[in-house]
């Protein structure tokens, strides 16, 4: 039981603290709520008086090109000859960076023309003004890129076509006027009057212009731009791009685009039009070449006699059995005369002489016929006659005469095929000489024909690779397509209200609770029962007396029903708890430190309670 009450004791104590703790911000609620309303107030001023930034956003699908040759005419041949083709690659990556490339953001902005940032001044905040809301358009001539731009934008003052620039780095107010060129520290511009502007709406007045480089404002473009996949397995490229103005950002998603598009398409170009000018240049030398090879072949025909030399071999192997067989007649006959003649000589001059022995001499035959009817016609007159008969003398005569024109026809034809002999034995050497020299011929011409073949199909691949070229140059298709226009969101990035509000909100209750810790922090006064207690050690405090305002009496009266005679009253009881009961009369001893602490209010009002009809 006893430690029961000690632990509700203890636990009364941690309850009390955590009031105390709590207490000097219930008792300040109201700055809580002061502080809110503030924060809110503050924030709808920032909202109102704070430049949005919108989201732009557009996708671009990159177009997958296959690595194989025969999908890229323009490089196939080099691909094919050189191996090549394994080095081509088609990663995103690389497209992402190259629309993250200064390169291509600058030729955007000399393009577009927006080197020069365009304001209108507003009595807390300037809008910037872009195509047809502003009246004038800064063009670049020529930047000195050795020169340092303002960091401050230029004042400029508009009255009809007087145009004033002011700045402190400028040395001296400028005047000018809209077509003339303006010389400036850091270039040279020119400022003209903006067609699409309605200058039917006032366009006097205070504007100012940010002059950036090309590089500089590139730059900063590149810092709001980001480039990303839609997605991992896909080609597809997010481009986003956050900026004040829409219409601006959403013609600088198209205008990337489209410069990116034409960039790839004169690389491309540019190596298909080398690959053609390559292709040209071997076409007339291999075209000079063939012509070379096809004289060459040419003489050699000509030098040496032949159109074609498989038909030449073959015509000269015919011509050599043709001639053989000819030598082979030729002697038979030969033999067969001198035959004849032989037996001609070793007969008596009135025999028959052989027939039908294969002579070729037609006429000899004949003769021979001839001559032996005369024979059996002279043997059947001898047969009843004398040699002596006339008739038998005539056919005589006969006989003898024939008999001499078939030797003379013989010798003749002798003499005949003995020199066809000799012209068909000098023709078949010449044959064969012809035929002997065929296999170096042979190999001269295929060495000549070898080159030719290879020079002709050469030609006919270059004539092919020179027309693929031509058609790549011709169609060359975009390597990039748009497939959603840049679209800008309603809904602003920043600043975002709901954030903002939530942000300051938390911001408004943190500074009065921070005010009020900090000032309960460095408290060194006691301002409750408790502050004091904490102070005392082994003494009690047994009453608290309120503070008195000045119109208020501070003497208690009798039958007093105020907050500070009630108070008395309970310091009057329990002061008769602690004093000690007995009849001797007490003393009750009232000081302090510092004077003007209450001590006389105290004693007075005291006693006069004391001192009630009731007590002595």
Known sequence: MEYSTSDQLLN??????????LKPYIRRWYWFILGAVVAVIVAWFFLRYSIPIYNTQSTILIKEVKKSASSQPDMSVISEISGLASMSTNSVDNEIEIFKSRKLMLSVVRELGIETSIFKEGNIKDSELYKETSPFIVRVINENQKARFPNEPIQVKLQGDKITLSSESLSKKIVTSFGKTLSLPFGTYLIQKNPEYDFRKESDGNYKMQFMSGMSRTLSLLSKLNVSLVGDDTTVILLSLNHSVPEKSEDILKRLAIDYNRDARLDKNSEAQKTADFIEDRIRIIANELGEVENQKENFKVENKIADIESEAQISLQSVANGKQEQVENESQLEL????????????????????????????????TLFNQLVIERNRLLENSTPANPVVQDVTRQINSMRNSIVQSLQKSRSGLQIKRDNLLNEQNKIVNRISKIPLQEKLFRSIERQQNIKEQLYLLLLQKREEAAISLAIAAPKARIVDDPLTSNVPVSPKKQIIYLGVLLIGLLIPFAIIYLVELFNDKIKSKKDLEKLLRGATVIGELPRIGNEESDVVQVNDLRPMAEAFRILITNINFMLPKNKKGHVIF???SVKGEGKTFTSVNLALTLATPRKK
């Open 12 to 21: 009364d104590e941690g309850k009390l603290s955590l009031k105390d703790l």
């Open 337 to 368: 005369v001198n035959s004849l003649l032989g037996y001609m000589n070793n007969q008596n001059s009135y025999q028959v002489l052989p027939l039908n022995v294969g002579l070729a001499d037609a006429s000899t035959t004949n003769n021979i």
């Open 590 to 592: 009232v000081t302090s």
